[in-house]
């Protein structure tokens, strides 16, 4: 049996908190609210007493599709929760689904004591935290602390995980534009980069703030090799320039238009597996998990080096010392070596069994 409707108390705060008190961005009392309705929460009583019409100003405002009614007294013989404390997401659905017969709440932090707030805000953050498989080496160590600080000061701002999206392609866009010229190779590159750090921050924005939704990661993804072609097209344009050789220009613009037919045979096996993370693709040499796979071998150590964000800091570094010959030819050999990949990919699994390979 399932818990479908519980109690939230939001009628008692302590130690300065309200409702309205925002923790990573959300309002302590719409935290607590998206927090279950995620966990698979279908009705919501809320007691808010003093509180009720603030309550309900901060809720209206993010519409959560959960059913909510509110109430003066509890007269419910229902499970209560409390919106001074924040659960642990996981747990939290475990605990609804298996109708609250576990050891004890899933509760990570009980703001109601003094001191919590700050470790729990401190927690949140360090959840952003992925494992390095799934962000890259450069990602990881370099991409993510960037985005982190630029999390930071967005996120009590309206601004959309969405927004921050169509952002970073603009950012790119305008990369792949000042790229194209020698004089402002570096500045193309540098934004190329940054374009990159907020492709991080979208993501943090939405899980901090529960806005994630499956447009979001597709949109997410298709910017992603779009900006690839956008920049490769004005890396081809430099290469014309530099070397005097209109030829190279179209190459360079064929392999961008390769690479994106390849990516768009990746989308349709990933929407097919029902995951949109392209890390995730089942490459023959990867095995079922790609290479977020936690079964690593070989050539998941291996996928790690062309990762976007890798190549990424690559191109910042020849730019930086005017090597544009190997930007243009790293980019072509990555454009034509994916086409390759995924012709070969799927030409192995027509003819061997899902079963048979690694």
Known sequence: MTIKQAVLEAHTWKHGLQPSTKLAGLPLVVRTVLALEKAGLEKLIIIAGDYEDSVKKLIARRNPQIEIEFKMKNTENMEIFQADKLYDQEKLSVYLQNNGKTEEKPVLYDLGHKGQFKKTSRYLWSTLKKPIE????????????LSRIVSKILINTSITPNQVTIFSFFAALAGAYLVATPSTVIAGATLYWVSF??????????????QGSRTGQWLDTIIDDLSTVVFTV?????????????????????????????????????ARMNVVDTAQYPFFFLGEGGAASEDKGFFTYIAYLFRRDVILFIHLVLAIFSLFKFMFAIQLLLNFGMTLLTLVDKLVKLVVKPGQQR
Request: overall charge negative.
């Open 134 to 145: 799934n962000d890259g080496v450069v990602a990881y160590y370099l991409g993510r602390p």
């Open 197 to 210: 750090v907020f492709d991080c921050v979208d993501g943090e924005l939405a899980r901090l703030k529960y």
């Open 234 to 270: 004005g890396l081809s344009f430099l290469a014309g320039r530099t070397f005097g050789n209109n030829n190279l220009v179209i190459l360079g613009i064929v392999s961008a238009l390769l690479y994106e037919i390849s990516a768009i045979f990746v989308y349709i096996t990933l």
